[in-house]
């Protein structure tokens, strides 16, 4: 069976900043930020119709500046979070803001599409995560399958947990921890591990990755020089509690296993320039996307140190209902970690890749030249892990 | 009768005898034949058998002249006269013989009757001798019977004599220690005392003879357990209580028992000098020749007594019957086989004590001599497995051997590429004196040829193992398994393989560290792997295959396998000097853009410093690649390269829609020339595998350095001045790094990417005039 080609759209605009709509289930929609220094930015709202292989996009305006980072509310599907730089007398700062999308954008989007992205609508400012006294910040996170009211932003050195009152419009720091050391130190990167009960973060910085205790704001673990040359990117393995993936400056991504910090569980060397991006899939988690600027996007099964290592187990129950299953099963081998695509689309820098957070086999990926591309796991895979 | 008749008779008789022949000479003789018969029965040859003088007359009559037959009848009558004289002399001839033979006869008649009487008288005389005869014999018949009586009588008196005398006598060859008269002796009566023992006297010598026997027997038993007595006294003392009834099984036991607290003191012997080895420092060869003087020397003596004893001794009587060859002999086995495992352990403890790889011949020829002389073993001993264990032995030591010099060989080899290392550290220590230190491709040569010398040794040093005065050279092992799967495969290849891999593990290593490894070091290294792979590595194995004569009985890796092994060694090396390399330059130009404040930037008026660190960097890269790797092909120059000019891109909106699956958007920022570039250049692969060659190096180190330029630039905001800065640095490096690489379109694209990149995050884009650009560069 063919697999479906994959679907591209263009920005006008160079983009780096790629989210799915977190708290959305239904609709596959991802957001994408744009960057520009002379124009207007906006922030793309990308919705896919997975049965007509179509895109229906709408734009809203963001003109506090160009983006950074975005990323969803895990609660509430019209809230986000960006980063933006705002320039103000000769001084480039990385501000964070709270925004709400406004409730018009779907309707109007389906009336006149073309009408909308003449007359963008404006986000509404829900509150800014204050950093005057912190410096820029890298990113913003949210607390995983949390209720939206908890965000941690990076900002240089600093680790600041905010609380989100009043319907998201007053935001106070309620804990903060900062990173002491020699030289300028400075987060690139980092994640809020899903894991036991949303208390662990984890955080890049230089070439070292870092665990955090939110309960204590205190570090947990340091796995020094983790890569070669800078982490760019981290994400945890939403089946396999200790499990961390990351990527960096080397070409490499490495599996990491908290526990055991001396050795990488794993070390894949694809790309053959720095990987920016890397995300492991939500449902599950041998699928692997990396986004690289040697304007590549690979996806990798990586089924050995997946939390389904021998495929998926079937109940002995059904078992026995169904012996030609059985059979069916027995004839066939064990899936090896392998790369499953390389996905030659892109033909700038991919900073940004992400899975949809409503269908499990299905991604984004964005280059710098704006250039976002829907792809799908291919089929044979699909059908492989399902059944 | 006419004369005239006479030649026409002759002529055709003779033309006939010439025909004749002729027929003769071709097979055709029925004519001759019916001549030759014709002539025979001619009743005129007078001379015939059929001659008829009626016919003869006759003829001649008709056929002669008168003249002729005159001639012919005095002729006639001549030939009759001779031949009457003959025939008279032969009749008084015999006449005389005939005379003489009868008075002959004659003569006899009277002899003999004279003789006849003569016989009569003679045999009357004997009747008269014989008649005599009888009679004495008649006449003595009676004596004669009384003395073969007493003569009977006389000796067995004699034998009771002995038998009464027995005792004492044994008693004296006791005390004289004449054992050997007394055994014969005691053999001698022991039947007779045997049948006669139910008379009382007679038991009593029994008895007798038994207690001395027993004291005798006691006395042997001493001797032989005393064990001072030479070998021969041995023997006899075992002869003499084998004679005895001793039981043999006893007898070899005890003969073994005390041959091998003898032995034991030897193996003690060698267990201390084993012990002391390491103090007194005596060589292998000094304790396998005491180990062979001492040990191996008494064991084959003991052998060979102890067959000349019990097994090779003439059988004779009962002793035949009760099978002491089959029962000494393995006991004789089971004995030497123990001895020989201890010995052999000893051995084995000194082998494994011989880990300094220096000397070869030393062990080899120890080894020649322990399995020299277990041969000796070999031949009295035929079935003994002890010198198969022995060959075993040489066998294993030889594999240990063989192991001792690949780690030797690869410690050589680390030691080596530790000196290489050094040397490339020294000249950075002493700036000035640059000149001592040799240069990389001396460097390199240098460490080729020490290898290649530190192998070929070692396969001299292995090569004695299978000289052709070694003993052991010519068992199977040596001359199969050893050459191909010990030396070949287990030294040789290994090695080869060896080296592959730690170079690999330099890649590995230094991956994540950044330079644990100085890049000189893994230049070198790919250039050692890539010659490998051109030359080197068939060399070794033709020299080794030629030198060991090795049949590939058994699968043996081909070279091609290893060259493919090698020049991946060598590509992964260059890479990784590639990719270190270009990270030392990334890094300084990420350093360069991370830390400057690119907003509020003065305006420039040079080219910054690093840029030009940069490109002395490069080109100081472009030396050292240079000395070990060939230029490599490049693209044809166009004839201005270093005189281009950047085309910065305007904020001119172009509306383009470059793929129809696009949807619809509104007006696009990104340029036009930028992606229509992209479209028909080839994807870069930043990081990808070189080639063996300068510029292939070049580009690589190149391309990773300007990728990394051109996402640092991509993280940054720029002011006008920032980005005029860009401009002159692109500019800059434009001028020096086309000459590097293969292709000066790359770098061009790269640089392009970079300006355009920060014309794009530039607050306020307006560019320096080219010209002023190029008087900045030209200055700095």
């Known amino acids: 069976m063919e697999d479906d080609a994959p679907v591209i759209y263009g920005l006008e605009f160079q983009a780096r900043a790629l989210t799915a709509q977190t708290a959305e289930t239904d609709a596959i929609r991802f957001l994408v930020g744009t960057q520009s220094l002379k124009f207007d930015n906006q922030i793309h709202i990308i919705d896919f119709d997975d049965e007509n292989n179509m895109i229906n996009k709408s734009v809203l305006l963001h003109d506090a500046g160009e983006i950074w980072h975005i990323s969803g509310s895990p609660a509430e599907k019209a809230v986000l979070t960006t980063c933006y730089s705002k320039t103000s007398e000769s001084r480039v700062l990385t501000c964070a803001a709270v925004w709400r999308m406004p409730p018009e954008w779907e309707s109007g989007s389906h009336e006149s599409p073309d009408d909308s992205s003449n007359n963008p609508q404006t986000l509404e400012l829900l509150c800014h995560l204050d950093n005057t006294t912190h410096g820029s910040v ?243 895979l699909k059908y492989r892990i399902l059944l | 009768m006419s004369s005239a008749t006479t030649p026409p008779d002759s002529d055709p008789t003779g033309r006939r005898r010439v025909h004749s022949m002729l027929k003769l000479y071709y097979g055709l003789n029925e004519e001759g034949t019916a001549a030759e018969q014709a002539e025979s029965l001619d009743p005129c040859d007078i001379n015939g058998p059929h001659f008829d003088p009626e016919v003869y007359l006759n003829k001649l009559r008709k056929e002669c002249s008168l003249g002729e037959l005159m001639d012919h009848e005095s002729c006639m009558v001549k030939q009759i006269r001779s031949l009457d004289s003959d025939m008279q002399t032969l009749v008084y001839e015999n006449y005389n013989k005939f005379i003489s033979a009868t008075d002959t006869i004659r003569k006899m008649k009277n002899d003999f009757k004279k003789m006849e009487d003569e016989m009569d008288c003679l045999s009357a005389n004997m009747a008269a001798i014989t008649e005599f005869s009888a009679r004495i014999s008649g006449t003595l018949q009676d004596q004669h019977a009384q003395i073969t009586k007493l003569s009977g009588v006389h000796t067995l008196l004699r034998k009771l004599q002995f038998l009464f005398e027995l005792p004492a006598r044994l008693n004296k060859c006791l005390e004289l220690q004449a054992y050997a008269q007394a055994v014969s002796a005691h053999r001698r009566a022991r039947c007779v005392l045997q049948q006669y023992s139910h008379m009382p006297s007679f038991r009593g010598i029994q008895d007798d003879c038994h207690v001395i026997m027993e004291q005798l027997a006691q006395q042997l038993r001493q001797k032989f357990r005393d064990g001072g007595s030479s070998a021969k006294d041995l023997s006899e003392c075992v002869e003499l209580l084998l004679q005895l009834d001793e039981p043999a099984e006893e007898l070899c036991d005890k003969f073994l028992s005390h041959a091998q607290s003898r032995l034991e003191a030897d193996l003690q012997g060698l267990e201390v000098e084993l012990k002391d080895s390491a103090v007194t420092d005596t060589d292998i060869l000094e304790f396998i020749d005491r180990g062979c003087n001492e040990f191996v020397s008494s064991l084959c003596l003991v052998i060979a007594s102890y067959q000349e004893l019990f097994i090779n001794r003439p059988q004779e009587g009962e002793l035949a019957s009760k099978n002491i060859p089959e029962m000494a002999n393995g006991k004789l086995h089971v004995f030497v086989d123990t001895l020989a495992a201890r010995y052999f352990s000893l051995v084995e403890q000194r082998i494994q004590e011989e880990k300094g790889v220096g000397d070869n011949s030393l062990l080899v020829r120890a080894l020649d001599r322990f399995h020299r002389r277990l041969q000796a073993i070999t031949k009295l001993l035929p079935g003994s497995a002890v010198p198969s264990h022995g060959t075993e032995i040489v066998v294993r030591a030889a594999r240990e051997r063989i192991k001792q010099y690949l780690s030797a060989l690869q410690t050589f080899y680390h030691d080596s590429l530790t000196d290489v290392r050094q040397a490339l550290a020294a000249p950075r220590l002493a700036v000035g004196g640059a000149n001592a230190t040799p240069s990389l491709p001396e460097l390199l040569t240098s460490l080729s040829n020490f290898i290649l010398n530190q192998l070929k040794s070692v396969l001299a040093s292995v090569h004695l193992f299978t000289a052709k005065d070694i003993t052991f050279s010519n068992k199977p092992y040596f001359k199969g398994e050893f050459c191909s799967q010990g030396v070949r495969e287990g030294l040789v290849v290994s090695f080869i393989k060896f080296i592959c891999q730690s170079s690999r593990q330099y890649c590995e290593s230094a991956g994540d560290r950044g330079g644990s490894t100085p890049p000189a070091l893994l230049l070198l290294l790919s250039r050692l792997c890539l010659d490998y792979e051109t030359s080197t590595i068939s060399y070794i194995l033709t020299l080794t295959d030629e030198q060991f004569l090795v049949q590939h009985h058994t699968p043996v890796t081909p070279v091609t396998a290893l060259c493919a092994e090698a020049r991946e060694a060598a590509q992964k090396l260059l890479n990784h000097y590639v990719k270190v390399q270009g990270l030392i330059i990334s890094q300084m130009l990420r350093k360069s853009v991370e830390t400057r404040d690119w907003v509020n930037t003065i305006e420039p008026r040079n080219v910054r410093a690093v840029m030009k660190r940069v490109v002395e960097d490069t080109t100081s890269i472009d030396v050292q690649v240079g000395l070990l790797y060939e230029e490599g092909v490049r693209k044809a120059h166009s004839s201005d390269s270093s005189k281009r000019t950047f085309s910065v891109y305007s904020s001119s909106r172009q509306q383009i829609r470059y793929a129809p699956s696009y949807t619809p958007s509104a007006p696009m920022d990104t340029n036009l020339l930028s992606n229509i570039h992209k479209l028909f250049s080839e994807r870069i692969d930043i990081f990808s595998p070189v080639e063996f060659n300068k510029v292939s190096v070049l580009t690589g180190i190149i391309k990773i350095s300007l990728k990394t330029f051109l996402e640092c630039v991509r993280l940054r905001t720029f002011g006008r001045y920032g980005l005029q800065q860009i401009q002159v640095d692109c500019h800059y490096l434009q001028m020096y790094l086309w000459r590097f690489v293969s292709d000066e379109n790359l770098v061009h694209f790269l640089l392009d990417e970079i300006v355009g990149s920060a014309a794009h995050r530039c607050l306020d884009p307006s560019p320096m005039e080219q010209s002023v650009i190029e008087v900045i560069c030209e200055r700095g």
């Open chain 1, 138 to 380: 890298a990113c913003v996170l949210w607390e995983p399958m949390g209720d939206g009211k908890r965000v941690i932003s990076l900002a240089e050195n600093h680790v600041l947990l905010w609380d989100l009152q009043e319907s998201s419009t007053k935001a106070t720091i309620s804990s903060s921890a900062t990173l002491e050391g020699k030289g300028q130190l400075k987060f690139t990167a980092g994640k809020w591990s899903p894991h036991h009960n949303s208390t662990q973060l984890a955080t890049a910085n230089d070439t070292a990755i870092r665990g955090w205790d939110l309960r204590s704001m205190s570090q947990i673990y340091c796995i020094e020089s983790a890569h070669g040359q800078l982490v760019r990117d981290l994400d945890f393995n939403p089946n396999k509690q200790y499990y961390l993936a990351s990527c960096g400056d080397d070409c490499k991504v490495k599996f990491w296993d908290v526990r055991h910090i001396n050795e990488p569980v794993k070390c894949l060397e694809e790309h053959s320039h720095w990987v920016w991006s890397v995300r492991y899939n939500h449902s599950h988690d041998q699928l692997l996307l990396t986004g690289s600027s040697d304007s590549r996007v690979i996806l990798s099964n990586m089924v050995s140190i997946s939390s389904e290592p021998f495929g998926h187990l079937v109940d002995d129950d059904e078992l026995s209902d169904n012996e030609e299953s059985q059979q069916e099963d027995k004839g066939k081998e064990p899936l090896q970690d392998s790369i499953i695509a390389t996905y030659e689309e892109h033909e700038d820098s991919v900073y940004a890749v992400e899975w949809s957070a409503a269908d499990p086999w299905l991604f984004a990926s964005l280059s710098y030249d704006g250039r976002l591309v829907i792809n799908r796991v291919p089929r044979a």
